[in-house]
């Protein structure tokens, strides 16, 4: 009967893990989504960012091609920032690990 009730608790504690590796690749996923989402947000507000500078204070035509290319140039920028900041948690998380 102890034997028994072992493998029950042995099956209970096997049915747990496979919850938490579940759960773990649930929250996995979705930080990959937030960290999209931030990109786009970032994209968003460069793109804003250029065309105010822009805008500001230049006569109604404006060179678009400038335009595009300092939005271009600033995304760059911004996923250089980007790529930095994921290796310094990749880092951090290796270095936690080990």
């Known amino acids: 009967?102890?034997?028994?009730?072992?493998?029950?608790?042995?099956?209970q504690q096997e049915e747990k893990m496979l919850q938490l590796i579940d759960k773990s690749g649930e929250v996995t996923r979705l930080k990959g989504e937030v960290s999209q989402l931030k990109r786009s947000l970032q994209r968003a507000e460069t793109e804003a960012k250029v065309l105010w500078e822009e805008m500001r204070g230049k006569e109604p035509k404006v060179d678009t091609a400038h335009v595009q290319e300092r939005v271009l140039l600033r995304q760059e920028v911004d996923k250089l920032r980007l790529l930095l900041l994921?290796?310094?948690d990749e880092n951090l998380l290796l270095s936690d690990k080990y």
């Open 1 to 11: 009967q102890n034997e028994k009730e072992l493998q029950d608790v042995v099956k």
């Open 86 to 88: 994921e290796k310094e």
